[in-house]
């Protein structure tokens, strides 16, 4: 199956993002993972696409003047972006191309329903999911409706929407390229969506399944509500019911339809507590391979969980980067939030800062933290530390005591330990003496005088060495 327009999903993973896409890659790499069950199937790669461009030398003016309209340009875009798929769609599939299509299905079963999903190249990125941006067609049955539904892929490139997102992240039109995913269609029970971290909270030990009968479309596309439920440590912590009215199912011919749910199963959970804990288990397994909380796309076919994809939660603010990976709670307080600086900083900014600190700084986000557990467990350390905070910022204030109220998430611990300093950086009191003052001051003088004379004796990156070892004396 494999060649240079078919790829099977088995033999690709998270490195062949430039030839079958964001999604075909991490389907790829999800069916390698131990005991995830992954619809089979295979990506027609970008090679494909570029063939299908070829075809048509005019699209280069149309991208060209694509690429020039602002994303404000609604009316334009939405012309020139219709003549674009139109194009596409116009375009007679070359016979080798179509060929490896066809006989790449012919190994899955020539009349197998499929599912025909969009792949493009910056689509489930760590920093951009492009979630929704293009096309998915369900049920999808036979040769000729492969090939028609694969050429729209193709097209779902240039959707008014996919087209106003990439011009609003910086994404150029020619760079992205599209691969097509063909998969084994499933027909289940239930299904919906697994954040393996709170996407409202962001809190990263509490997972929520999203649940709805038949396929999930219709919760993706928002036609019902879902049933909620969170869960934490293997076990349900909280759960919602929704009234699902309406399910959307497919059609023994191919496509799908939207149908009424039976009034007695309107309020039914569409997952058990149990299987609600099992899944949330599979999705810290597939957390764990990608190394980043994930947000997954289950079908539930006959009791087992098929995994129909899966990509990086891009909305929670990342994790302070700490040396020693421990697993504990950690609470951090924002350096520039202190000091009015909300934006994020700059390489330069941020390397200067945590070089001239007196305290060690954590980054995550292009912004710096302090990690202040340490002082927050101890009663006297966080009082203080309250009060400093308090005088400066009502709100950060406001938001640590709410984490201190969340029992035994920063752990209390005695204000001394025997025989030794206080603990969280408290210092006994100690009589002062005004000559310590001029001793420093002078001190002081003596050894800016030393660093303004040696200075100018430095250049390129001996100065630059020169001024890491001057911040750590003075």
Same mark, same amino acid.
């Given at each position: 199956?494999?060649?240079?327009?078919?790829?099977?999903?088995?033999?690709?993973?998270?490195?062949?993002?430039?030839?079958?896409?964001?999604?075909?890659?991490?389907?790829?790499?999800?069916?390698?993972?131990?005991?995830?069950?992954?619809?089979?199937?295979?990506?027609?790669?970008?090679?494909?696409?570029?063939?299908?461009?070829?075809?048509?030398?005019?699209?280069?003016?149309?991208?060209?003047? %694509?690429?020039?309209?602002?994303?404000?340009?609604?009316?334009?875009?939405?012309?020139?972006?219709?003549?674009?798929?139109?194009?596409?769609?116009?375009?007679?599939? =070359?016979?080798?191309?179509?060929?490896?299509?066809?006989?790449?299905?012919?190994?899955?079963?020539?009349?197998?329903?499929?599912?025909?999903?969009?792949?493009?190249?910056?689509?489930?990125?760590?920093?951009?999911?492009?979630?929704?941006?293009?096309?998915?067609?369900?049920?999808?049955?036979?040769?000729?409706?492969?090939?028609?539904?694969?050429?729209?892929?193709?097209?779902?490139?240039?959707?008014?929407?996919?087209?106003?997102?990439?011009?609003?992240?910086?994404?150029?039109?020619?760079?992205?390229?599209?691969?097509?995913?063909?998969?084994?269609?499933?027909?289940?029970?239930?299904?919906?969506?697994?954040? !393996?971290?709170?996407?409202?909270?962001?809190?990263?030990?509490? @997972?929520?399944?999203?649940?709805?009968?038949? %396929?999930?479309?219709?919760?993706?596309?928002?036609?019902?509500? =879902?049933?909620?439920?969170?869960?934490?440590?293997?076990?349900?912590? @909280?759960?919602?019911?929704?009234?699902?009215?309406?399910?959307?199912?497919?059609?023994?011919?191919?496509?799908?339809?939207?149908?009424?749910?039976?009034?007695?199963?309107?309020?039914?959970?569409?997952?058990?507590?149990?299987?609600?804990?099992?899944?949330?288990?599979?999705?810290? &397994?597939?957390?764990?391979?990608?190394? &980043?909380?994930?947000?997954?796309?289950?079908?539930?076919?006959?009791?087992?969980? &098929?995994?129909?994809?899966? &990509?990086?939660?891009?909305?929670?603010?990342?994790?302070?980067?700490?040396?020693?990976?421990?697993?504990?709670?950690?609470?951090?307080?924002?350096?520039?939030?202190?000091?009015?600086?909300?934006?994020?900083?700059?390489?330069?900014?941020?390397?200067?800062?945590?070089?001239?600190?007196?305290?060690?700084?954590?980054? @995550?986000?292009?912004?710096?933290?302090?990690?202040?557990?340490?002082?927050?467990?101890? =009663?006297?350390?966080?009082?203080?530390? %309250?009060?400093?905070?308090?005088?400066?910022?009502?709100?950060?204030?406001?938001?640590?005591? !709410?984490?201190?109220?969340?029992?035994?998430?920063?752990?209390?611990?005695?204000?001394?330990?025997?025989?030794?300093?206080?603990?969280?950086?408290?210092?006994?009191?100690?009589?002062?003496?005004?000559?310590?003052?001029?001793?420093?001051?002078?001190?002081?003088?003596?050894?800016?005088?030393?660093?303004?004379?040696?200075?100018?004796?430095?250049?390129?990156?001996?100065?630059?060495?020169?001024?890491?070892?001057?911040?750590?004396?003075?």
């Amino acid at each position: 199956m494999n060649g240079p327009y078919v790829r099977d999903l088995h033999h690709v993973d998270e490195t062949h993002i430039p030839a079958v896409g964001g999604k075909g890659a991490n389907l790829g790499g999800l069916s390698r993972i131990e005991g995830i069950r992954v619809p089979a199937g295979f990506c027609v790669t970008t090679d494909a696409f570029r063939r299908i461009m070829a075809e048509a030398p005019s699209l280069d003016d149309r991208l060209d003047q %694509l690429s020039r309209l602002e994303p404000e340009d609604g009316e334009a875009i939405r012309a020139l972006s219709a003549q674009i798929r139109r194009t596409i769609e116009g375009i007679v599939v =070359p016979d080798e191309l179509a060929g490896a299509i066809v006989g790449a299905l012919a190994e899955l079963g020539e009349h197998t329903a499929c599912a025909v999903r969009s792949s493009a190249t910056a689509e489930d990125l760590p920093t951009a999911s492009f979630a929704g941006q293009q096309d998915t067609y369900l049920n999808v049955v036979g040769p000729a409706a492969v090939l028609r539904h694969v050429s729209r892929c193709w097209a779902s490139l240039f959707t008014e929407r996919a087209v106003v997102y990439r011009r609003r992240n910086g994404v150029d039109h020619r760079t992205v390229h599209m691969a097509v995913v063909v998969q084994q269609m499933v027909f289940p029970q239930s299904s919906g969506i697994l954040f !393996t971290a709170d996407p409202v909270t962001g809190n990263r030990k509490v @997972a929520t399944v999203d649940a709805g009968f038949g %396929l999930g479309e219709a919760l993706v596309s928002g036609l019902v509500n =879902p049933d909620v439920f969170r869960v934490r440590d293997g076990e349900v912590v @909280a759960r919602t019911i929704a009234v699902k009215h309406r399910a959307l199912h497919a059609l023994p011919a191919g496509g799908t339809r939207e149908v009424a749910i039976e009034s007695q199963q309107r309020e039914q959970p569409a997952l058990t507590d149990a299987q609600a804990v099992r899944l949330a288990g599979i999705g810290r &397994r597939i957390e764990a391979h990608f190394g &980043r909380p994930q947000d997954i796309e289950w079908c539930l076919v006959d009791g087992d969980f &098929r995994i129909v994809q899966s &990509r990086p939660i891009t909305t929670l603010f990342p994790i302070p980067v700490r040396e020693t990976g421990d697993r504990e709670n950690h609470v951090y307080v924002s350096v520039g939030h202190g000091q009015m600086m909300t934006d994020a900083m700059k390489p330069l900014g941020l390397s200067m800062w945590r070089l001239t600190a007196m305290v060690p700084m954590h980054e @995550a986000g292009g912004r710096l933290f302090v990690d202040v557990t340490p002082r927050l467990a101890a =009663p006297a350390g966080r009082a203080g530390l %309250l009060d400093v905070i308090g005088r400066g910022d009502p709100l950060t204030r406001d938001a640590l005591e !709410t984490v201190l109220e969340r029992d035994d998430f920063v752990p209390t611990l005695p204000d001394a330990a025997p025989g030794g300093p206080p603990v969280g950086g408290e210092f006994d009191p100690t009589e002062t003496d005004p000559a310590v003052v001029a001793e420093l001051i002078a001190r002081s003088e003596a050894s800016v005088a030393a660093l303004e004379r040696d200075i100018r004796t430095k250049s390129g990156p001996a100065l630059f060495d020169f001024l890491a070892e001057a911040f750590e004396e003075h």
